[in-house]
């Protein structure tokens, strides 16, 4: 499914942002000998980054997601070199998550995950207090020697428009290989608010193993069941909510794929049975607080190996 390598429609490839520069692409050549051509392309709400004709990365900044699914810039669809998908988006068991993307689901009253609200003794709860992430520019795109970078500016905003935070978010496409590629996705936040933000997770709220928030990877189906794994655990009860540099996570089912999830420092929440998805969480077990104009800052990296 999805395997086919066709570009997003309405997406035109070269031209940054209708700003007049030029992204051109890139010849690379892997250890194996393979040449491929690496090319950034800009639509009207998307962008891609292509191997060949293999769309890589798409990245949705502007999207068309309804206010209770706290609408916010996501990665999807992410593809092996070989044009397996290996995201999923909008699915029947969580219709909120989407693709690969920065979600939390508490940030002072506010939900930037979507769907409802942990409530502590009362479950999930709908409660119409939903945020969105609003991209405002790209501040730079371009094609390196071996890469394709973006960096792209962006305001969190409670449900009245109120600006929370604002955000610095980076994309490199890169590593490219015979087998595997690697994006990295860093992101920058800084308070607006004249009072302390706290970030909170479910598990922070009174509902243990759920310390979700942060870089999230909604993996696709082909990942249920699968694999997951650290450098000294394997299984997903052993390795949610531990610290290590990376998780594993190896597809159960179709072409053989793993998408290797580095952390910078934070606890993993993940899930392979009930559905595949991991997180660099940020209030795993307990809240973090950003006071008036603080930051915090976070780089991850995903290898993505598939097929040659």
């Not at 087998?179 to 608010?193: C, I």
């Not at 004249?194 to 942060?214: C, K, N, V």
């Amino acid at each position: 499914m999805d395997r086919r390598r066709r570009r997003p429609r309405g997406v035109r490839c070269g031209r940054v942002g209708g700003r007049g520069r030029r992204a051109a692409a890139v010849v690379l050549r892997t250890g194996s000998g393979l040449v491929t051509t690496l090319r950034l392309c800009f639509g009207g709400d998307d962008v891609a980054v292509l191997a060949g004709e293999v769309t890589l990365l798409r990245y949705v900044h502007r999207p068309r997601l309804t206010a209770d699914l706290a609408p916010r810039p996501y990665a999807h669809e992410v593809r092996t070199l070989s044009g397996t998908v290996v995201t999923g988006f909008r699915p029947g068991d969580h219709p909120w998550h989407a693709g690969l993307g920065v979600a939390v689901p508490h940030v002072s009253g506010v939900n930037f995950w979507g769907g409802p609200t942990y409530v502590h003794g009362r479950g999930y709860r709908d409660l119409g207090d939903h945020g969105r992430i609003r991209h405002d520019r790209w501040s730079d795109a371009r094609v390196t020697s071996g890469a394709v970078e973006l960096a792209e500016e962006l305001t969190w905003l409670d449900g009245q428009g109120r600006a929370l935070l604002r955000e610095r978010r980076t994309l490199r496409v890169g590593d490219v290989g015979s087998g595997s590629w690697v994006l990295g996705f860093g992101f920058h936040l800084r308070s607006l608010s004249a009072r302390p933000l706290r970030f909170d997770s479910p598990a922070t709220r009174g509902r243990a193993g759920a310390g979700y928030g942060g870089l999230f990877w909604r993996a696709s189906d082909a990942f249920r069941g699968g694999r997951v794994r650290t450098g000294t655990a394997a299984g997903e009860e052993a390795v949610n909510g531990t610290r290590a540099p990376e998780v594993v996570f190896e597809s159960a089912q179709g072409p053989p794929c793993t998408v290797t999830f580095t952390a910078d420092g934070d606890p993993w929440f993940v899930r392979s049975a009930e559905y595949p998805g991991v997180c660099a969480a940020l209030a795993s077990d307990v809240p973090l607080t950003l006071p008036p104009g603080g930051e915090l800052s976070r780089r991850h990296h995903l290898t993505v190996t598939g097929e040659a």
